[in-house]
């Protein structure tokens, strides 16, 4: 009777999504002068070698979605017992994933949600858009562990063009597989090449004035700080800080605005001469600019 087969081997039944090259580890035995190794594919012998006294086996290059089968033997004088049979798979061949929605070539809001179709062996995704308007990259998202992505606020009036790769166990990564595009909306009631991309108060004018001054404002299309609708407010006060009146108080879009503000409408009063100031607040953001009023 042969000697025992190795034991605590490093290659556990049952792996998936192994590399193609693999270094294969064992227990040592007594007395053991070589081991030999065998490695199928179904029924087809790959690998037949005698493994010096090493207790390790590097494989050659597998194929990729493979399943094989992996056993060893003991050889002192007489040829030992083979282990039980250790199937393992090789990780699957990378594959183009498949886009779902918006469906090519349709219209969007700014914050579209993507959706593509999930591979059996991906950990995770990664989504790439170019801005074919523009002609730039766009967005990029990485590590997505599900099959969709809401966007931040893009661009109004924009073609983007998307597409979206795998991840393996591996951290291996897939091609990029055909894309799709889309167009956001347009901004209604706004001209798109003026919309701002950063909040703004503006000096009113003219400055000094009486009876009227004109006060502009911009609210951005983009950044963290906007989320749609965005409430906005914009009141001037007197020196001690006491509201005087309120020029806006509503939620805005994206754009460039610009209100009047005339001493003599005031609830039928007028304002005496001297300085005032003027706040606006959309969302977090803030900013105080000071006006004079001359008679």
Do not use: C
Not at 68 to 73: D, M
Not at 221 to 230: K, Q, W
């Amino acid at each position: 009777m042969g000697p025992d087969p190795p034991r605590n081997i490093s290659l556990k039944n049952g792996s998936r999504e192994l590399p193609q090259r693999l270094k294969i580890t064992w227990s040592p035995v007594s007395n053991a002068q070589r081991y030999y190794v065998k490695l199928m594919k179904d029924t087809t012998v790959v690998a037949d070698e005698f493994v010096s006294w090493d207790t390790v086996y590097y494989t050659k290059l597998l194929e990729k979605g493979v399943t094989y089968q992996f056993s060893i033997a003991t050889y002192t004088n007489l040829k030992g017992w083979y282990s039980l049979p250790i199937f393992f798979t090789v990780v699957a061949e990378m594959k183009t994933v498949e886009l779902i929605s918006p469906a090519d070539n349709s219209l969007v809001t700014i914050r579209p949600t993507l959706v593509w179709k999930r591979l059996e062996n991906a950990v995770s995704y990664d989504v790439k858009a170019w801005n074919m308007t523009e002609e730039k990259l766009g967005f990029e998202k990485s590590g997505i562990t599900g099959t969709s992505l809401v966007t931040d606020s893009l661009s109004y009036s924009t073609v983007y063009y998307w597409q979206v790769r795998e991840r393996n166990a591996l951290g291996e990564i897939g091609p990029l597989g055909p894309g799709f595009t889309f167009t956001t909306e347009k901004l209604v009631g706004v001209d798109q090449i003026e919309v701002p991309y950063t909040f703004n108060l503006f000096q009113n004018y003219p400055n000094p004035f009486n009876p009227s001054t004109t006060i502009k404002f911009s609210i951005p299309s983009v950044g963290a700080e906007h989320v749609l609708p965005l409430h906005v407010s914009l009141k001037v006060y007197d020196l001690l800080g006491r509201e005087i009146t309120m020029l806006v108080n509503e939620e805005k879009a994206p754009g460039n605005y610009e209100v009047k503000f005339n001493v003599e409408t005031r609830r039928g009063e007028s304002l005496p001469s001297g300085i005032y100031f003027y706040r606006l607040q959309a969302g977090s953001y803030s900013q105080t600019k000071k006006l004079l009023v001359i008679k």
